[in-house]
């Protein structure tokens, strides 16, 4: 059971009817940790906002459920875990690439880069290296895709923390986390 407040259409006020309409119109639904979010339509439009600036990048949708895969695991967030297998699955990730993906890597070599790229940012708090920023450029990434890979992992700690947080009821196939190697 949730432990922050799930807004529903039933109890919305009518600025946040009005985003879930938006949200149910693009998604063909409202996913649970959004109804977290309506909890400030602030919050949420911020969050819409960087969504959709991140998602018209130069970053693949693969790649960009890659990085979500990995960092579900990473940190731990059973409910990103399971949206983002479900969604990475429409995005055309197999089951194997899901695996390596929850592993920190990938089976492509130049989204390998960025998964781990992304993992490390998280397991440093940002300070990577040299020789990891010069792993992701070595693998293809120039600046403005290093940005955007961070951007993601930005918004990724953000629903990984908001998930974890709220504890909201997992509303896709559920996916179990792996434990901490």
Known sequence: MARINVVTHETANVEQ?????????????????????????????????????????????PTRERIALALAQQNACQYCLSAHTAIGRKAG???????????????????AAAVRFARALVAHSGEVTSA????????????????????????????????????????FPQVELRPAA
């Open 93 to 111: 990730l197999d089951n194997a690439e899901i695996e390596a993906n929850r592993a920190g890597s990938s089976q492509d070599a130049k989204a």
């Open 17 to 61: 009817k009005a985003l879930f309409d938006v949200i149910q119109s693009r998604l063909g639904i409202v996913p649970n940790f959004l109804k977290v979010f309506a909890n400030s339509p602030e919050a949420l439009k911020a969050f819409l906002g960087l969504h959709g600036i991140a998602n018209a990048g130069s970053l693949d949708a």
């Open 132 to 171: 990891e920023l010069a792993d992701v450029r070595n693998a293809g990434y120039g600046d403005a895709e290093i940005v955007e890979i961070i951007t993601h992992v930005g918004m990724n700690i953000l629903t990984n923390i908001l998930g974890k947080a709220s504890r909201v009821d997992i509303d």
